[in-house]
């Protein structure tokens, strides 16, 4: 068991107030948010997801609300989420079962960290920018994705070269056991993978590819991907107010102001 989403309803997200303006409303407090909830999960704890990522966990199984930070932005609406978990779970990170919000603008791109590849190597990834032509002047990355950040990270004896390898103690931080594919899959320390996203874009189709540079100054020839679809997520309702709500229908009448 994991992440349990049933039987938590009425999660609401109220802003804080910093203080009181001449004419009576508030200012809110940014990038932090007071979240409720209710739950009939009496013997478990609570996570809270932002946008997809992990923003904290409650402390007992009566909790119903915590502060969580909150992105600043103009552009996508933010994304909460509460789930249920086992108390020996609490400190675990589940992002990877969270869906993150569609449609965000942002495309992720996933690199197996092979270990056919050099210590010392990097990564840079390009794009069109629309046109269909990739541009591997400039990278889209702001700094190069540091392959291997040790040497240390390597497999272990007779994989390094002679007298540069530790004889086996420079794979203890590597992933998994032996050397290589299984078959036509990941296996072993091949199976670790670097995971990179963009900055938001705007509306279009991109393809994009990717360059390894060892740590001579040597590049390999570009790896591109398919045509990708970006849409970027709709700009949230501004000026709302509540006109009227009907408890029997459960149904909520909203005005632009």
């Known amino acids: 068991m994991s992440l349990v989403s049933e039987g938590i309803n009425t999660v609401g997200a109220f802003p804080l107030p910093a203080g009181i303006r001449a004419d009576g409303n508030g200012v809110a407090t940014p990038k932090l948010a007071l979240v409720k909830w209710r739950s009939s999960h009496s013997d478990m704890l ?34 909460i989420e509460v789930f249920a978990v086992l108390p020996q779970q609490g400190h675990v990170d589940f992002s990877e079962q969270v869906t993150s919000p569609a449609n965000s603008g942002r495309v992720r791109i996933v690199l197996l960290r092979s270990q ?79 995971e990179w996203i963009s900055r938001p874009l705007p509306l279009g189709t991109y393809k994009f590819g990717v360059k390894v540079t060892d740590q001579y100054g040597n590049e390999s020839s570009p790896s591109e991907t398919g045509s990708v679809t970006v849409i970027p997520a709709p700009r949230p309702a501004e000026l709302l107010s509540i006109t009227s709500f009907d408890k029997e229908k459960n149904q909520l009448v909203l005005e632009i102001t």
């Open 46 to 79: 609570h996570q809270l997801y932002v946008n997809g990522r992990y923003a904290g966990t409650t402390i007992d199984n009566q909790q119903r609300e915590m502060l969580v930070p909150i992105p600043t932005s103009f552009e996508s609406a933010v994304q």
């Open 116 to 194: 056919n590849l050099p210590a010392g190597a990097t990564a840079n990834i390009y794009y069109d920018s629309g046109t269909g032509q990739i541009d591997y002047e400039n990278p889209l990355n702001d700094s190069p994705i540091q392959i291997w950040p040790s040497w240390m990270d390597k497999a272990g004896f007779g994989m390094a070269a002679f007298g540069i390898g530790d004889f086996g103690w420079e794979g203890a931080a590597a992933v998994g056991f032996g050397k290589g594919s299984f078959g036509n899959g990941q296996f072993g320390m091949d199976a670790d993978t670097i």
